[in-house]
């Protein structure tokens, strides 16, 4: 089959304009994923944020509520750390918290999301576990923080609560407990787990308390 010199140069022309596309298609996704990433991660502990987060706790009360599996929320936070700001200055509280980022992002399992909730507070989504295995967990956390010494502040503490979602699938209502949990731990001394005594959330209407 015979093919004319201006076949060929329409196939090239083809030919280049498609390797083109391809190029811009690959970059538009990259850029994509670069945003994605962007609004999905805090932006100086690089843990998801905690609109990401919800995003994820929302999908996995879903399957919660679908296959019947435990479901626990742990609130983590730095105790006195104004005072480390006052004490050792704004950008040693930031490489403080990003240690601590790291070390509690190895030490959990690959299911677990954990996410910065805001300033110096974390949360901890624990899927399938009950609230015992979530306080051991939140234990053997809160003696990994006790024991690590921090590059510029030395050692810090933290104070942890959690709470179980049980016949409750009010996620809200569920990280309220566990925030209040957390408030117990700071005003029985600081350095503790407090397991939420109400596993429901007390807020809807389909609530009661255990």
């Known amino acids: 089959m015979n093919i004319l010199s ?14 083109l596309l391809s190029l811009f298609v690959s970059l538009y996704i990259k850029d994509v994923k670069e945003l994605e990433s962007i609004s ?13 987060f919800l995003e994820i706790a929302q999908d996995e009360l879903d399957r919660h509520i679908r296959c019947e599996t435990p479901l626990s929320f742990v ?36 299911s677990d999301i954990f996410a910065r909730w805001g300033g110096e507070e974390f949360i901890l989504m624990l899927p399938d576990s009950d609230s015992y295995s ?4 939140s234990e053997r956390l809160r003696l990994l923080v006790e024991n690590y010494e921090f590059k510029q502040v030395g050692h810090l503490t933290v104070s942890i609560g959690l ?14 407990q566990v925030d209040k949990a957390l408030y117990r731990s700071k005003l029985e001394g ?3 787990v407090t397991v939420s005594p109400k ?4 807020e809807c209407d389909t609530c009661t308390y255990s």
Do not use: P, W
């Open 190 to 192: 600081r350095n503790r």
């Open 75 to 110: 609130m983590i936070d730095i105790d006195n750390f104004k005072k480390v700001n006052d004490d050792y200055g704004h950008n040693a509280g930031d490489l403080a918290l990003k240690e601590l980022s790291k070390l509690i992002s190895k030490n959990v399992r690959k």
């Open 199 to 202: 596993t429901l959330c007390g």
């Open 6 to 19: 201006g076949d060929v140069q329409s196939l090239a022309y083809v030919a280049s304009m498609l390797a």
């Open 134 to 137: 979530a306080y051991k967990i």
């Open 163 to 176: 709470s179980e979602l049980t016949e409750c699938h009010n996620l809200t209502g569920t990280i309220a």
């Open 40 to 52: 999905f991660t805090d932006n100086l502990t690089e843990t998801y944020n905690r609109y990401r």
